[in-house]
Each structure stands twice: as C-alpha cells, then as structure tokens.
C-alpha cells in the first residue's frame, strides 16, 4: 500500500512563479518528512525537510508547510526558475533508532516555463 | 556530488543470472540503504545495514541479498533474475540523521 501519495504526476509553471508540489501521507507514526528533487540519470538530491514538531521549514527559496491534522505537506518554490524542473519526491519515515529508512511517492514532475 | 558512489551504472543481463551491486557509502556514513525504482514508481526501499548489521528490511524478496562490510561499504545481491527485476537501484547513506543522501544509481536491464 502507497503510503505517502503524490497525486499530481506533473505540474508546469511560468519562470518567475510560485511552483506549488503536494503530498498526503496515511500513517501517523510518520513523524520526518523530507523533498528530494532527481534529475535524469541521477540519484534523488535532498532538498529540504521538516519536522512533526513543526508546521513550516524554509531554505531560500524552498519552503516546506506542514498540515497534521489533514496529513498533507507542500513545498512551495518562489521564483521558479528553468533549473528546478526536475522530478520531485517526497518521503516520510517514523523515528524509530537505528531504522529511518524512506518511505517515497511516485513523484511529480516540475517543469518551469522560460 | 553526494559523496555516494555506486558501480556499476548500467548492467544487462539475461533471466535466471546473478548480479552484485556495489555502493560505497560517504565517508563517515554508518548506515546504508538500498531502494529500488522500477518504470515510473517512487522507491522502494529494499534494506539498510548500520556498521555491518541488518536494521532494517522492507518489501525485498528472498533471492535479493545483501552485506555491508567492515569497510562499510555494501553489495546488494540479485539472483535468479527476472524481466521484472529490471529497475534502478540506489544507495544511499546517512550518519544517522535522517537525511539520507543518494549515489547515482545502478540501471539493471534483464533481457
């Protein structure tokens, strides 16, 4: 079973917008959440993560919103700029010592418009 | 450059053979994890090994094995290989954070 979701396979946004990627996730014990970017013939990239204990994380441009409640978090890009199409993946783990392996969605597929 | 590395990057082979994956994790790293991601899905992760020992095991099928050695590097063994094996496999390691960080990736082509 899928447990984290990533419900829309591609997003295109002009340069200069706001890039909006979600993410619904199914299991409470999920308390780490995490957004990789990939680009081809690559391996996935960490970009940013968030917390339970938090509802927002922000680095530059990237900023990662936190909903509990509904089980849902977003990564908000501003500007989008050509260089962030790429695939983004979210995951989420359960802290657990010594086993925080990943759990992925399917990805979406960002594609900024010059 | 995550620090991770990963050989080889592609393999063909045919149905019914055996294949070792290497990763080497960054330096420092403890713990390494093997994901795979078949035609257009997420990854799934396979397995993880701290300093030499199994910690964790996810949907990884029993003719796939693995090892992580004193040196901490890690092989990832497929064996009796099917058409649906075929996929990208990924390493990656981590210090213990929960940032994990990933190598490029092995593409595995089973003909």
């Known amino acids: 079973d899928q447990q984290v979701k990533q419900n829309s396979p591609s997003l295109s946004v002009q340069e200069g917008r706001i890039s909006i990627l979600n993410c619904d996730y199914t299991?409470?014990?999920?308390?780490?959440f995490l957004w990789y970017k990939k680009y081809p013939a690559e391996g996935p990239t960490f970009l940013i993560s968030?917390?339970?204990?938090?509802d927002k994380n922000e680095d530059g441009r990237f900023t990662v919103f936190l909903n509990k409640s509904a089980k849902h978090l977003s990564l908000h890009i501003v500007p989008s700029q050509p260089g962030d199409s790429a695939v983004y993946f979210c995951a989420a783990s359960a802290l657990v010592p010594g086993a925080n392996n990943l759990f992925f969605g399917t990805g979406t597929r960002l594609t900024v418009i010059p | 450059d995550s620090g991770v590395t990963q050989t080889p990057k592609h393999l063909i082979t045919a149905t019914g053979q055996r294949v070792t994956l290497r990763c080497s994790p960054r330096?420092?790293?403890?713990?390494v994890y093997w994901y795979q991601q078949s035609l257009d899905q997420g990854l799934q992760f396979l397995i993880q090994?701290?300093?030499?020992?199994?910690?964790a095991k996810g949907n990884i099928l029993e003719r796939f094995s693995a090892q992580q050695f004193p040196d901490l590097h890690s092989e990832l063994n497929l064996s009796s290989l099917e058409l649906g094996d075929s996929a990208l496999y990924f390493c990656?390691?981590?210090?213990?954070?929960?940032?994990?960080?990933f190598g490029p990736g092995t593409r595995l082509t089973v003909t």
């Open positions: 330096s420092g790293d403890l713990s």
């Open positions: 090994y701290y300093n030499g020992e199994e910690r």
């Open positions: 990656a390691s981590s210090v213990g954070s929960q940032e994990q960080y």
């Open positions: 299991n409470s014990m999920f308390d780490y």
């Open positions: 968030i917390s339970s204990i938090k």
